[in-house]
């Protein structure tokens, strides 16, 4: 079924109605993750982007019977007007959330690689470690 998903976003990548995220200083532009049971989609802030995300889903739900549960559904808009995150988050139906955050654990920020962040993770990897017995 993932495969399936990502090929529908593929096509719409393809013909330019699906743009993604682009990743600063490269030519790559991220449309997707998935992992397990967990999907991230990622997409310019604006309403016509948010609506190709949106009729993606739509047709991923009607072709392979998958629901996508709305109240589990988050959605993440940043360095964008009141106006236009109000009209994504309308076109997509899912709650607004705000940054920073964490996804399966991981924080999830905007701007430069904030070291407090990471410190919580950082802690617990330090904790395992101190752990460990030499051989």
């Known amino acids: 079924m993932a495969e399936a998903f990502s090929r529908i976003i ?27 049971d967990h999907t991230l989609l990622f997409g310019k802030a604006n309403v016509q982007e948010a609506k190709q995300i949106r009729q993606t889903l739509e047709l991923y739900m009607a072709v392979l019977g998958q629901r996508i549960n709305a109240q589990k559904s988050k959605i993440y808009v940043f360095n964008t007007n009141d106006i236009v995150t109000r009209n994504i988050v309308d076109s997509l139906g899912f709650s607004p ?10 924080p999830i920020f905007v701007g430069a690689n904030k070291k407090a962040y990471w410190k919580a993770i950082i802690d617990r990897i330090k904790n ?8």
């Open 10 to 36: 593929k096509s719409k990548y393809d013909q330019e109605l699906w743009r993604g995220a682009h990743i600063e200083g490269t030519s790559v532009s991220v449309t997707h993750s998935l992992f397990d």
């Open 97 to 106: 959330e705000c940054l920073p955050s964490t996804y399966l654990g991981i």
């Open 128 to 135: 395992v470690i101190s752990t460990w017995k030499a051989c």
